[in-house]
């Protein structure tokens, strides 16, 4: 008989649909991560210090949510993606290039972050109906997190 329930006793099949959009998500972030990486590289001009830090503070949280969406993935019972191909071919974030002045840098990162909430809010209603608090309270906190820093950049950019 087919095992229904997975190690932490979440429905196999809801938690199938959970790891396939995490690993989109996960997917998403390593590009977005990749981005500010460059971003904080790159980046001239009068903003530069202010920008230079911020990129880095971005990237730096990037990685540990990466981090923490591939060990979620396994606590379900499901591998991670982990070849910057699938990430690619995965993500609907895209890569930016030769991007160095400010504004076009934080667009970027907004940009980024309007894509990472979209699916953030998708699987928060996912894994609502599957029961699984684990990751709710992990896209609740992330949610909560890059609404702040969206209105924080757009008023950066002069935006509301």
Do not use: C
């Amino acid at each position: 008989m087919a095992q229904t329930t997975n190690n932490i006793g979440l429905e196999v099949k809801s938690t199938q649909q959970l790891a396939t959009q995490l690993n989109e998500l996960l997917a998403n972030y390593q590009l977005f991560y990749q981005n500010a990486r460059g971003f904080h590289w790159n980046i001239r001009g009068d903003k530069f210090f202010e920008l230079h830090a911020k990129f880095e503070e971005i990237y730096t949280d990037a990685l540990v949510k990466i981090d923490e969406i591939a060990e979620r993935i396994l606590t379900l019972g499901y591998t991670p993606l982990h070849s910057f191909s699938d990430y690619v071919k995965h993500a609907e974030i895209k890569e930016i290039t030769g991007v160095s002045e400010g504004a076009k840098a934080v667009e970027g990162i907004l940009g980024g972050f309007k894509v990472l909430l979209s699916k953030e809010r998708e699987l928060l209603k996912l894994s609502e109906d599957a029961e699984d608090e684990g990751t709710n309270a992990l896209m609740s906190d992330y949610i909560r997190e890059q609404e702040k820093a969206v209105w924080m950049y757009s008023s950066f950019l002069g935006k509301k």
